[in-house]
């Protein structure tokens, strides 16, 4: 029923509907566009919404996110350039039907299955997102801080190919987080005598500084690649064999089923993200298919599978965020944001206190799947066309000179825009050295909650730090972040021992 009133809500708004379809629209064409991720564009997008309605907001960069992830897929299939880090792995199917000359086939068959499983996965979180939201609600302060030590454990280590670079990573993001007054005793932290630094680091120009000035500074020191031109069919026996039909299509209805629930079981798994979710499903469908020799040399399966699992991440991954305030993803760290600006206060009383607003999200989650999927099923070949016309030698600097009104525009300061530039230099460097920018952001919007209740624990308990260990579910919790560490610490071990071996 509350879906249902949410859909009403987005019907009955031509302005919100014109955000979403908007959203759709511009996703699509940032993932397609190799290098330029959809965090990068929600995060330089981000000062825009706070001149917009809440929900307009909301549902404009939450659509982006999902229109985004299906875009990247564009680019995998015609460039050989994964426009995300999950269109990874639609690229090995993927480029080689393009080869064929079956761009066009292999570009529906992903928007098909993107829309299945972004459908499956939000339709997910609708069901479910009411129960975690009422079993949150009897959490304690103790219970709350164990999982938000939990999520910063598991998103140190299982985010990046180091264990100890991606804890590294997160502590500190915790530690800048804490620079500026101490909510309680008001006294300074880190600020080193500077009046600007006395209310923290500004949420807004650190992750455009992360995520749009580091790319841009990694497009710069790659610069000399070019997009490969992208021809679309253009004889009627080309397009006849574009043309995607159910006798072809019904292979690979299994293979998304199945990666759809793999990618929503993922995506309520902080840290873990769309990219690992689209290898796993394309592992599994490789392991389970009749065809698997021809996985690899352009199977529309292999297309199927991955795309179906990485779009099915979207909707469950708001789940912890919704619900405990934990983002699970840089899109959802980047949407704590939103949220804050307009004062909606995230957790398990969001459902309470904004029911019709969280519901109203959801039901423009579902049209902008549609949105996107009519899009790209017929206009994806337009958008390579489109991509491959962009000089990037003026796309580049246009994304550079935004970047700065971006920051500068969000409180009106200078200060803001240096937080972005020594932010935006720090993000390279962390790419450069294999440390994890997206663990950094997410720890650091985890952090002030961790320590409000963190304190909160402490004042309720008359045994100090034992409160933690004397709470089942709190230690239940607290066990789960080690033992990922140890299970991870313990596979990358096992990986490195292989390829010595491979070596040797």
Known sequence: MDILLGLATVFSSPALLGWVVLAALVGMVVGAIPGLTASAAIAMLLPVTFYMEPLSALAFLYVIGKSGRYGGSIAAILFNTPGTAASAATQIDGYPLSQRGLSSKAMKVATVSSIIGDFTGELLLIAGVGVIAAIALKLGPPELFAIYVAAFVVIGSVIGKSVVKGLASAALGVLIQMIGTDPISAVERFTFGSYDMLNGIGLVPLMIGMFVLAEVLSQIENRGKTIEQYEEPSSDEARARNRLTWTEYKPCMPHVI???????????????????????????????????????????????????????????????????????????????????????????????????????????????????????????????????????????????????????????????????????????????????????????????????????????????????????????????????????????????????????
């Open 258 to 504: 199945r990666s759809s629930f793999i990618g929503a079981f993922i995506g309520m798994l902080p840290g873990l993200g769309s990219a690992i979710a689209a290898f796993v499903a394309y592992g599994e469908g490789k392991r389970r298919a009749k065809n698997s020799e021809d996985w690899g040399k352009g199977a529309l399966e292999g297309v199927a599978a991955p795309e179906a699992a990485n779009n099915a991440v979207s909707g469950p991954s708001m789940a912890p965020l919704l619900t405990l305030g934990i983002p699970g993803s840089t899109i959802g760290a980047i949407l704590v944001g939103v949220f804050l600006i307009h004062g909606i206060q995230i957790g398990p009383t969001l459902f309470l206190t904004s029911r019709e607003l969280v519901y109203s999200l959801f039901a423009a989650g579902l049209v902008g799947i549609a949105a996107y999927g009519l899009i790209g099923f017929y206009g994806a070949a337009f958008v390579g066309r489109f991509i491959t016309r962009i000089p990037t030698d003026i796309l580049y600097p246009l994304i550079f000179l935004t970047s700065f009104v971006a920051a500068y525009s969000s409180r009106g300061s200078l200060f803001d825009v240096w937080i972005m530039v020594v932010a935006g230099f720090f993000g390279w460097m962390m790419k450069k050295l294999d440390f994890n920018p997206a663990a950094f952001v997410i720890a650091f919007v985890l952090a002030g909650g961790a320590e409000e209740t963190f304190r909160q624990s402490l004042l309720l308990s008359d045994h100090g730090l034992l409160i933690f260990v004397t709470r089942p579910v709190a230690l239940g919790f607290l066990s789960l972040g080690v033992a990922t560490v140890f299970l991870r610490a313990r596979a990358l071990s096992r990986e490195a021992r292989a390829a010595a071996l491979e070596d040797a």
